[in-house]
């Protein structure tokens, strides 16, 4: 069974809407696929399952993290929730062939255990600033998050290295790509290309933004469904083929070693243990 984790501390940049799209194409596909909603605030993909079960389409299967007592009571965040980890395994032995993970923008603990539990990663971004520094902006810069993203994949590689474990796979999407080109997209992706060395994920993919995929929620129907009319679009003919690109990164055989990050390597072991 594959992990793939969706993840990135923006939020709006199309962690739920690319979960929602692999996972019916992973069904459609006859992966037997399990999805897990990470995100309590707006249990989006809860609500897009639900709304696809009501509507009777074709559906990758919900599974839910429920709160501990303990947890609702003292609002505790360890480190490492520990509760993850059983659960892909259960799915594992179920013989589940896909396990789509869609987290919040936050960095908190079931979300961390959801990059240590991956086999795959994919964040999608969209061509904004806002989207790339969110993701790689210099320690120190004016432009800076509390805790850049790539910091957080940084400690999972290390935690990972230390369990004996594979580095993941590590894929940025360029989401909500616009049809016509633009100097801010191409300043962008030139600055996004030069980061993934640096920075150690591997290929940038891209999704167009397309109305059908904005429509997700209106009833859980997406590109890959039969449309009520029975013709299908150009649009929704091209988005099922960005998105069926990124599914054969699940279906390809687990080769899981990703190339070391440049700063990873620079980094000592010491400097990450003191951190
Ligand atoms: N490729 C796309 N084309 C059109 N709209 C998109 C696309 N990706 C995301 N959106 C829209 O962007 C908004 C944020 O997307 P969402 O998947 O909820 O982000 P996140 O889960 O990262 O917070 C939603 O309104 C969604 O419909
Ligand atoms: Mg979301």
């Known amino acids: 069974m594959q992990v793939v984790t969706i993840s990135g501390f923006k939020g709006g940049t ?10 019916v194409a992973a069904v459609k596909d006859g992966l037997r696929t399990a999805c897990l909603d990470l995100d309590r605030n707006t249990r989006n993909l809860s609500g897009f399952l639900t709304q696809r079960r009501e509507s009777r389409l074709e559906s990758p299967d919900h599974v839910m993290l429920m709160d501990t007592e303990e947890e609702a009571r003292t609002n505790a965040k360890p480190k490492h929730s ?13 013989g589940y062939d896909l396990m789509i993970i869609d987290t919040s923008s936050g960095n908190l603990a079931d979300v961390y255990e959801a990059h240590l539990l991956a086999d795959l990663i994919l964040t999608p971004m969209n061509e904004s600033p806002a989207d790339m520094h969110g993701l790689f902006a210099p320690i120190g810069s004016p432009a800076a998050p509390l805790i850049n993203y790539r910091d957080m994949i940084d400690t999972v590689r290390f935690d990972r290295r230390r369990a004996g474990l594979p580095v993941q796979r590590w894929q940025v999407v360029m989401n909500r790509v616009s049809a016509l080109p633009s100097k801010i997209g191409t300043i962008i992706n030139e600055r996004v290309a030069k980061m993934a060395q640096e920075a150690g994920f591997e290929t940038i993919w891209n999704l167009r933004d397309r109305v059908a995929h904005r429509a997700l929620a209106l009833e859980g129907r997406s590109v890959f469904d039969t449309p009520v009319d029975g013709k299908l679009t150009m649009s929704e003919i091209s988005g099922r083929a960005e998105v069926r690109a990124i599914l054969s990164l699940v279906k390809r055989a687990p080769e899981r070693v990703a190339a070391e990050p440049a700063a990873a390597q620079q980094k000592s072991s010491e400097e990450k243990i003191a951190a």
Do not use: F, S, Y
């Open 82 to 94: 520990g509760r993850l980890e059983p659960l892909v395994r259960m799915a594992k032995m179920d």
């Open 14 to 23: 199309g962690k739920t809407t690319l979960a929602c799209l692999l996972g």
